[in-house]
């Protein structure tokens, strides 16, 4: 799975930002998609996760705020991050994996070795929120 990501950038606290992860490579939908972050020495955290049918799991820390969302047409997946915080400051990376059933790995874990269930990641994009 090939995965490219967009969008980013810096923001005051308050905005709204819109990633995007453009996916290809896997049999249509048959995948599992998710968003991470990882701020400046800390692990990488679980953000939203998005299963092959469509079920979404997200961080308690972003619940309510961020939102993500899969075009199946265009095959991208979105992050949708409105009252944005300076904490949410932190590279994002998209990650995803095939799913032809489901896995309980397909969730927001916590703790960084769920992750490497995830065999595909972008490239990574800075979002920082200033106060």
């Known amino acids: 799975v090939q995965l490219v990501e967009s969008g980013g950038g810096s923001v005051q606290a308050g905005g709204s930002l819109r990633l995007a992860c453009a996916a290809s490579g896997y049999r249509h939908n048959d995948i599992c998609m998710g968003w991470f972050r990882q701020a400046s020495g800390k692990e990488r955290e679980a953000v939203a996760v998005?299963?092959?049918?469509?079920?979404?799991s997200y961080a308690n820390s972003v619940a309510g705020r961020f939102t993500t969302s899969k075009d199946n047409v265009k095959d991208v997946l979105y992050l949708q991050m409105n009252s944005l915080k300076p904490e949410d400051t932190a590279t994002y990376y998209c990650?995803?994996?095939?799913?032809?059933?489901?896995?309980?790995?397909?969730?927001?874990?916590?703790?960084?070795?769920?992750?490497?269930?995830?065999?595909?990641w972008g490239q990574g994009t800075q979002v920082t929120v200033s106060s």
């Open positions: 990650a995803a994996e095939p799913e032809v059933t489901g896995s309980p790995l397909c969730s927001v874990v916590p703790g960084t070795v769920a992750q490497s269930y995830f065999g595909s």
């Open positions: 998005r299963d092959r049918d469509g079920r979404i």
